[in-house]
C-alpha cells in the first residue's frame, strides 16, 4: 500500500484563466510530508517540521550541526527555478546553520556525465530529477540518493480548441518532448500506460527545442507538448492552452519529483556531512514554501529571463512542502522504479524494491 502523507498539496488548475498572477494569492502554509513511522526511527526526530505559518520553521536540529566547518560541492542548475530555493539557500545561511561551506558547480550536462562527476569525487552530491536519475542509477554509479524535495514540475499541454481532452484521446497521436530520456516523457508515458494506451506502439513522440514545440502545436503537427517551468507555465498564461496532465494530481501528487544525490564516499566517510546538506536543502525547500516571494525577489540575481512574480508563482504552483525520508522516500522509488519497468526504460530484471534500497541512503540513523 501508498504511504499515508502528511502533506497540503498543491494543485495547477486545469483552465487557461489560472494565471502566475492569481497563483500568487493561493499560498498558505506547508506541512511535513513522512509516514506515520517516522518520528520512531533513529535519527529522525530533528527531520519533523512544524506548520509554523509566520517563519516556516522546524523542529531542533542543532544535533546535526557539524562541530567543525566542512566544504563540499553541490552540483546544480543555478538557472532552474525549481532549484531556486537552494541557489538562494546561503543568503539565507541555510547551510552555515549546519556549519557547511557549499560551493555550487552550476552543471548542465547530461545526467549520466552528472552522476559520474559526484561518483568520482568531483562533485559531493547534486540535485536532479527522479524520473531521468533512476535509468542512469541502474548503471551502478556510486551515488547515494538521501531525501525527495518536492513535488511538481511536469506539465502536459494541448490546444484550447483541440479535440484531445484526455490522455486515452491521444491515442494514435503525436506528443511533442524536448528530449526522449526526459523525466517528462517518462513520466506521461507512465500515465498513458495507466489509461491503457501503450506509450511505445499507441503514439508517436517527437522531439523539437522548446521555443518551437508551442508553433508546432499550434500548427497540428503534434496533439499535445510535455515540459517543465517556466515553460509550461508561459504557455498557460497565454490563455491559448490547458492542461491535460500533471505530476501535481492523481496519485502522482504524492511522490517526489526531485532528489538529492550524494556522493558513495561522502555517505561512507563524512555520513554527518551528508545528513546536515540533506537537511540544509530541505529546509531550503521549506523555506520557500513558506516564503516564495522572498525565494522569487532573491533569485533574480541568478536568474535569467524571468521575474520575482513568475518564480514565486511557480514555486506555489509545485510542492515544496513535500519531503521524503526513510522508508517514504524508498517507497516513492519503488513506486516509480515498478513503473518506469512497465514502460520498459527499466530492466525488467529489476527488483524495484531493492534497487529503490540498493540506491538509498539513511544518513539521519
Known sequence: MRPTHFSRRRF????????????????????????????????????IETADN??????????????????????????????APVTVAQQQDLFSKYNLDVEFVNFG???????????????????GMALRWLKALEQGFDVKLTAGT???????????????????????????????????????????????????SDVQWKVYPADLMSQALDKGEIAAISGSEPFSTRLLDTGKYHLLASNMSGEYAHLSCCVIGVSGALVRKHKPAAAALTQALLDAHSFAAHNPQKVGTEFMAHALNTTPQEVAAILMSQAHDHHAVGQVFVNEMTQYVTDLKRVQVISPSVDPHQFAESIYANVFA
Open 54 to 83: 509566520t517563519s516556516g520553521g522546524v523542529a531542533d536540529t542543532s544535533s546535526l550541526r557539524l562541530p567543525q566547518p566542512f566544504k563540499l560541492k553541490l552540483a546544480i542548475n543555478q538557472s532552474a527555478i525549481c532549484i
Open 150 to 200: 518536492h513535488g511538481g514540475c511536469l506539465s502536459l499541454l494541448t490546444a484550447n480548441n483541440s479535440p484531445y481532452t484526455s490522455l486515452k484521446t491521444l491515442k494514435g497521436q503525436s506528443i511533442g518532448v524536448t528530449d526522449m530520456a526526459g523525466p517528462d516523457k517518462n513520466f506521461f508515458a507512465i500515465l498513458l500506460k495507466n489509461q491503457g494506451v501503450d506509450p511505445i
Open 109 to 127: 550536462n547530461s545526467t549520466d556525465v552528472l552522476l559520474q562527476a559526484i561518483a568520482t569525487g568531483k562533485a559531493d552530491a547534486g540535485i
Open 12 to 47: 495547477l488548475a486545469l483552465g487557461s484563466g489560472f494565471t502566475a498572477a492569481s497563483l500568487l494569492g493561493g499560498f498558505s502554509s506547508p506541512l511535513w510530508a513522512a509516514d506515520g513511522s517516522a518520528t520512531s526511527m533513529p535519527g529522525m526526530a530533528g527531520m
